[in-house]
């Protein structure tokens, strides 16, 4: 069993940066894929970055170059780098683990065995 749990959310103006962090505890996450979501109010979950064993990493297309995702495997830690954030970046934001050493090329959309509770970003002026 996993436990995720994300921290680093606040409020942020428009072309500020934050960084987020999804603690595991548990079983060991070092050699599991780990992905980012995102919610906003009324708006479906959308995928944000996501990154494999062996650290691979892939990204949805509208955080490449701004958002950045890496892991800290000896700490259990994963984080999310975000840059010149925008007021369409304001969501909920979810961290996810998964199983699988190598990231599946529609890690997107695969059912994530674990989830954490999420952590608040709003981007405001």
């Known amino acids: 069993q996993v436990r995720l749990a994300e921290s680093g959310g606040g409020s942020v103006q428009p072309g500020g940066s934050l960084r987020l962090s999804c603690a595991a505890s548990?079983?060991?996450?070092?050699?599991?894929?780990m992905a980012w979501f995102r919610q906003a109010p009324g708006k479906e979950r959308e995928a944000v970055a996501a990154?494999?064993?062996?650290?691979?990493?892939a990204y949805a297309d509208s955080m490449k170059g701004r958002f950045f995702i890496s892991k800290d495997n000896p700490k259990g830690i994963l984080y999310l780098q975000m840059n010149s954030l925008e007021p369409a970046d304001t969501a909920r934001y979810y961290c996810?683990?998964?199983?699988?050493?190598?990231?599946?090329?529609?890690?997107?959309?695969?059912?994530?065995?674990?989830w954490g509770q999420g952590t608040q970003v709003t981007v405001s002026s």
């Open positions: 996810a683990a998964d199983q699988r050493f190598w990231l599946p090329r529609t890690w997107y959309s695969i059912n994530y065995n674990y």
């Open positions: 548990g079983d060991s996450t070092s050699t599991y894929s």
């Open positions: 990154i494999g064993g062996d650290k691979t990493t």
